[in-house]
């Protein structure tokens, strides 16, 4: 046990940097555009970003924020399967709760995405296609994410290493969770729509 904590630690802390790199906010600055935790909801990822009504930079972030988590993971991965599970589970919760912001983040789903890639590549493609479709369905982006990582892990669970399927499967409360702002408001119909006026925050 002791051994294999200390596989995992060295992986885990440099997924956890890497995923803790703020592009949201890297970007916005750089555009300058000020600081993004003061629009819209003051989140660092995408859907906020998307606020500033520059698509661009949203897309560039989303996909940035992805690409850590495969990065993190295939770097780790270079030494075995667990380092990678490790590095995978630093990357989202170095997303989530980077040191550098206070440890208030974004909600993860774009680097969860990203070490579903990392960790299992047809994982990843049904997680992206589990989204189109739902995102199809029901117009809620939310929505899409939420239902999205349940049937990627389910699938995690036939497609890949038993490890790395518990994780993502640990990793689907934790995402649901950061996402309990959108959940009360798919409750109670007020989530706005993809291509509705977001007037409300998310």
């Known amino acids: 046990m002791v051994s294999t904590l200390i596989l995992m630690a060295g992986p885990f802390l440099m997924g956890y940097l890497m995923g803790s790199i703020p592009f949201g906010l890297l970007l916005t600055r ?4 000020g600081d993004i935790r003061n629009v ?4 660092i990822g995408a859907t906020n970003v998307l606020r500033t009504g520059r ?6 972030t989303l996909l940035l924020d ?3 988590g495969v990065v993190a993971v295939l770097i780790a991965d270079q030494v075995g399967q667990l380092p990678a599970v490790g590095a995978a589970a630093g990357a989202v919760l170095g997303h989530m709760f980077p040191v550098w912001l206070g440890f208030k ?6 680097t969860t995405l990203g070490v579903m890639w990392g960790l299992s590549w047809p994982v990843g493609a049904i997680a992206c296609a589990a989204w189109l479709l739902f995102a199809a369905a029901f117009r809620y982006s939310s929505l ?3 239902l999205s990582v349940v049937i990627a892990a389910i699938a995690a669970w036939f497609l890949t290493d038993p490890r790395a399927a ?4 640990l990793l689907v409360p934790l995402v649901w969770v950061r996402h309990h702002e959108n959940i009360a408001r798919l409750l109670n119909g007020t989530e706005p729509k993809i291509g509705q006026g977001k007037k409300q925050a998310a």
């Open 105 to 110: 983040g974004g909600k993860g789903v774009a």
């Open 144 to 146: 899409a994410a939420l």
């Open 55 to 60: 698509k661009g930079l949203a897309a560039a």
């Open 166 to 169: 518990m994780l993502l499967t």
């Open 40 to 43: 819209g909801s003051g989140n």
């Open 30 to 33: 750089a555009a300058g555009l």
């Open 66 to 68: 992805a690409l850590k």
